[in-house]
């Protein structure tokens, strides 16, 4: 199993550009997640999916947007982007809800906002 | 929303001591979840401990949850290099909402 994969890596936005992250799991889990880390902080919530053409905002969901049409997939939309995105995203997933289970993380995508 | 705090911020320490991360929240969890993220990696996790005053271990890392549901912490016991990294906790209320700690970096001398 690959786990759970994301894409690009690294990114550069022009102020009001747009962009989707690509995230992907093949461990057939129902929960996915979108995260963002600021340098040096915890990890905060921006949106969750609890299984196919379910999502729903988490804490920070502001500026993004988000689609589950497959088990699999779960990417992230941001449509104009902002020099405040400039953050690192990481994409989570697991087999039941994120606290009563362990989230198995993606490598992360780093995005720059100038 | 409900947060949790995390302390210390940082934690430097010469090779062979201890290191404790702690985790508090105002209101009672439902469970907490603690991860490790090496420098330039991704969070992975560590352990789930659900039960008042439960305690668990693995190998040189000892997680407690306190009696009133509210504090836990990681106690790593002779840190090596490879301990080297930022240490989450997620807290679940019983609201279902799970909150990220700030996390604590921690560095070892050699």
């Known amino acids: 199993n690959a786990g759970v994969t994301q894409t690009p890596k690294f990114r550069i936005l022009k102020i009001g550009q747009s962009m989707t992250l690509q995230c992907t799991q093949d461990m057939n889990h129902n929960y996915m997640y979108w995260y963002r880390q600021d340098p040096g902080m915890g990890l905060k919530l921006i949106y969750y999916s609890v299984g196919a053409g379910i999502t729903d905002k988490g804490e920070v969901p502001n500026g993004y947007n988000v689609s589950r049409s497959t088990t699999e997939d779960f990417p992230l939309r941001l449509e104009l982007a902002a020099p405040s995105q400039t953050s690192v995203y990481f994409c989570?997933?697991?087999?039941?809800?994120?606290?009563?289970?362990?989230?198995?993380f993606g490598p992360g995508t780093r995005l720059t906002v100038l | 929303g409900q947060q949790v705090m995390q302390i210390p911020q940082y934690q430097h320490v010469q090779e062979g001591e201890d290191f404790t991360t702690y985790c508090n929240s105002s209101t009672t969890l439902s469970n907490i979840q603690w991860y490790k993220q090496r420098p330039g990696g991704h969070p992975v996790f560590l352990i789930q401990?659900?039960?008042?005053?439960e305690v668990k271990k693995q190998k040189r890392l000892t997680f407690q949850f306190g009696e009133a549901k509210k504090n836990s912490s990681l106690h790593i016991t002779a840190t090596q290099t490879t301990d080297v990294g930022t240490y989450f906790c997620a807290a679940r209320h019983n609201n279902n909402d799970m909150r990220f700690g700030a996390g604590t970096r921690l560095t070892v001398k050699p």
């Open positions: 989570a997933s697991s087999s039941r809800q994120g606290g009563y289970n362990e989230q198995f």
């Open positions: 401990l659900v039960k008042s005053g």
